[in-house]
């Protein structure tokens, strides 16, 4: 059975008519409103590992600082939805706990950051576009609120196709902005820096397969899932956490992440260019 809901179909047909005008990010969140309450909406622009594009944001100044400016800074490269765009998942609907590795909700990336947004759940659209660029259409709850519902993530894959191809036929050229947000050298910098310090974050001291390890334990998986990402034995894994947590003089995964913080933020040791 198809949505039968009118307000649906009236809002729909303003975001059609919006199509390649400023106004069609916000008449896109009005009509998935009329489908599902949700509190926040935002939607990223993503080409491999450069600084994510903010195309639309329901936030107010505040709430913008942590969602969209500190994500920007470097959060971003441990976010869910972010790996799931440079790893090329299919463009559909998914809840970010699908899209997450399996301990990353005892991550010190959630732990620090994410739990500072004050998000109870969080789900997207994930849309393929030219040139490699993927837009996520985030919708999310926040505080006590509960999660989505099955029945409210059905309603929803139910007009997936429609969000979809809009939103592909809207942002279609979106590759060009992501050249012309260059033009400020020192931004360029960052982005190249912000790349560099993930790949090689640690590599002064650790050997390429500790950086492996390093960058799956940031992003939430645990030794098994490690082992199996790798093709290795878990408690190889855990004799590498063991050794990169002595060459960096650290403790805890906390500390960890306190350092890659710390190394994106650090602007003195420039990248060499790729």
């Not at 500190?70 to 976010?79: A, N, S, V």
């Not at 994410?114 to 709850?141: D, H, K, W």
């Not at 050229?173 to 033009?183: D, E, V, Y």
Request: aromatic letters at 12%; charged letters at 25%; hydrophobic letters at 40%.
């Amino acid at each position: 059975m198809g949505i039968q809901n009118r307000e649906w179909h009236e809002k729909i047909a303003k975001v059609v008519s919006a199509q390649r005008t400023p106004d069609f990010a916000p008449h896109l969140v009005a009509a998935l409103g009329s489908l599902v309450e949700f509190d926040f909406s935002v939607m990223f622009a993503y080409r491999g590992d450069e600084r994510p594009l903010d195309l639309f944001d329901n936030f107010g100044a505040t709430r913008r600082e942590v969602f969209v400016s500190i994500y920007q800074e470097g959060p971003y490269l441990l976010d869910p939805f972010f790996q799931a765009c440079r790893d090329k998942v299919p463009a559909s609907l998914y809840r970010i706990r699908d899209l997450a590795p399996d301990r990353f909700y005892q991550s010190e990336y959630f732990r620090s950051y994410y739990v500072s947004t004050g998000l109870s759940e969080e789900i997207g659209f994930v849309v393929a576009l030219p040139a490699e660029v993927r837009v996520v259409i985030s919708l999310m709850r926040a505080g006590n609120r509960q999660v989505f519902s099955e029945r409210e993530m059905n309603r929803l894959r139910e007009i997936a196709p429609f969000v979809l191809a809009a939103a592909e036929y809207h942002w279609e050229s979106l590759s060009g902005r992501f050249s012309s947000s260059k033009i400020d050298p020192e931004h360029e910098i960052l982005e190249r820096y912000l790349d560099y310090a993930f790949r090689n974050f640690g590599r002064s001291v650790l050997t390429p397969r500790e950086c492996e390890v390093v960058s799956l334990v940031l992003r939430g998986h645990s030794s098994d899932s490690i082992a199996k990402v790798l093709n290795i034995a878990p408690g190889t894994v855990k004799i590498h956490r063991r050794n990169i947590y002595a060459k960096l003089g650290i403790s805890s995964q906390a500390k960890l992440f306190s350092l890659f913080i710390s190394a994106l933020s650090n602007r003195v040791d420039q990248p060499r260019t790729r």
